[in-house]
């Protein structure tokens, strides 16, 4: 996905239904210009995350601390909307 013209990290949602999925590489897009673009990408890996990397790098334990208070807190909301 190099070097393409992903925008969104929204876009990477999809990427994460991919189950052998390993590596991503969004350097060259948009996206990587992004704040925390790679704790949000990450984040829709869900447990997977540590195991990805990204931009060939895996993440970092600040990264997975921050991925997971970012599902925390989309477990709040899905169980405060279901109220």
Do not use: H
């Not at 999925?21 to 949000?40: F, H, M, Q, S, W």
């Not at 447990?47 to 334990?61: F, H, K, Q, Y």
Request: proline residues 2%.
């Amino acid at each position: 996905m190099g070097c393409n013209k992903v925008k969104s990290v929204e876009e990477v949602k999809f990427l994460s239904n991919l189950p052998c999925l390993e590596t991503l590489i969004l350097t060259g897009n948009p996206v990587a210009k992004c704040v925390d673009y790679r704790v949000k990408a990450l984040s829709y890996f869900g447990s997977r995350a540590g195991d990805l990397a990204l931009d060939n790098e895996n993440a970092s334990v600040t990264e997975i601390d921050q991925i997971s208070i970012l599902q925390a807190i989309e477990l709040a909301k899905t169980r405060t909307s279901g109220l």
